[in-house]
């Protein structure tokens, strides 16, 4: 066959200038709906909600989960001074050496308290990101499962003994592990065949980022490299196994036994995948994902809740995601522009999403999770910069 003629449109010569522009057009397609530049900021449906505030420590509570067994407690993670340190972001005002106020965890009841953990340093650089519940099938043994992000050490999974009377929380176990090495969010399987002798659940987790330092790689990387992952702590094996990889800026992941849902936050997708299990020689299971199905959202997605009676997934995000960067990075907030929140949901029956509320920043900004409690009929929202929770009757 004879070579192509060098006036060709796909010659290599033109080839300098093809993938480039292919480039740039394929990150256009993404960073216009991403940025919000579109959008009006306006408030819908937040006439119910109130702001829940409460001590000092009681805000930038990035997740909130609730209670399995107790109806109408929420718990959340705080981090109080994640303005100065933000690791998911790779911003940090802190000098070398310089650390910021420890995080911990809260519950809502009636009041706003928070838990006293036990057995666990939590007053040296300790700052709990994303987390989840568990309760055993068969012991009914109940444990919050936080990741923990210190700013100088390694990051971590920690397990704790829930025990609401006390209000206490007795440290379990941690989990370190080379992959995983930039966690933000988890999701327990209920399973006994995945659990370690102790009890201990095996779980999902997101990498958000590839890149663990702050610097430019690891901001480019929400935009231009595909390098975040799932993986899966096999606890009875004590190894990470395969997820999935090649994401942009995995964040929120929930869902069951069966299922698993995840959030791509600058793609603006939740990704749904078929939990397949198997068992080796040995008779120990093993996980592979099959993917399902997906749900785009007209904001960056950020943390997610499984509702499986209902089959809903709710997400909380960020409809202007520029606007949410601005601020993150803005050493004064006070004077900085809210960027709004907003509160969706997915009936995965249908395939259908529906916005339940948004706020042009003035109430609650930088949403980050949203948990719809059916009994008392309320939205529980959390967010990465804001004081408390948010409450919404629905």
């Known amino acids: ?36 530049i579109h959008k009006l900021n306006e408030d819908y449906n937040i006439e119910s909600c109130e702001k829940i505030s409460g001590p000092a420590d009681f805000r930038y509570c990035e997740d909130v989960i609730l209670s399995t067994t107790e109806p109408g407690i929420a718990y959340t993670t705080c981090d109080p001074e994640r303005h100065l340190h933000n690791k998911v972001m790779g911003i940090s005002s802190l000098a070398p050496g310089q650390t910021a106020k420890s995080g911990g965890y809260w519950r809502r009841p009636a009041s706003i308290e928070q838990f006293q953990v036990k057995d666990f340093d939590t007053e040296t650089d300790f700052h709990p990101l994303g987390m ?33 009377a006390n209000l206490e929380l007795k440290h379990k176990r941690t989990i370190r592990h080379e992959k995983i090495y930039n966690p933000n969010s988890v999701h327990v399987l209920k399973d ?19 890149f663990m330092t702050a610097g ?5 990387e929400n935009y231009f490299f595909y390098l975040s992952n799932v993986g899966f702590y096999n606890a009875r094996t004590q190894e ?3 997820g999935m990889n090649g994401m942009l800026f995995a964040n929120g992941v929930t869902g069951n036994d069966q299922t698993l849902f995840v959030a791509e936050t600058n793609r603006r997708t939740i990704k749904k995948y078929q939990i397949l299990t198997h068992e080796d020689e040995k008779g120990v299971p093993h996980i592979t994902l099959s993917y399902q199905t997906q749900a785009v959202f007209d904001m960056a997605v950020d943390n997610l809740r499984f509702n499986e009676e209902k089959n809903l997934v709710t997400v909380a995000g ?22 709004p929140s907003q509160v969706d949901v997915w009936d995965v029956t249908t395939g259908e999403t529906e916005t339940l509320i948004k706020d042009n920043g003035e109430l609650f900004t ?18 990465l910069f804001d004081e408390g929770l948010l409450i919404c009757d629905i």
């Open 1 to 36: 066959m004879a070579p192509p003629p060098k006036d060709y449109w796909f010659h290599i010569k033109y080839w300098a200038v093809i993938i480039p522009l292919a480039y740039i057009i394929s990150f256009l397609y993404m960073f216009y709906p991403l940025a919000g």
């Open 318 to 339: 960020h409809p202007k995601g520029i606007q949410a960067m601005q601020y993150m990075m803005a050493k004064n907030k006070t004077d900085a522009t809210k960027p």
């Open 240 to 242: 990470v196994e395969k």
């Open 216 to 220: 430019l790689l690891k901001k480019i």
């Open 192 to 210: 006994v065949r995945f659990r370690a002798a102790d009890g201990t659940p095996s779980f999902f987790f997101t990498n958000d980022h590839y």
């Open 366 to 383: 930088t949403s980050t999770t949203g948990a719809l409690d059916f009994v008392h009929s309320k939205l529980v929202v959390a967010a």
């Open 132 to 164: 989840t519940v568990d309760t055993h099938p068969e012991t009914g043994e109940r444990l919050l499962v936080s990741v923990n992000l210190p700013h100088y050490g390694e990051a971590s999974i920690e397990f704790y003994t829930i025990d609401d």
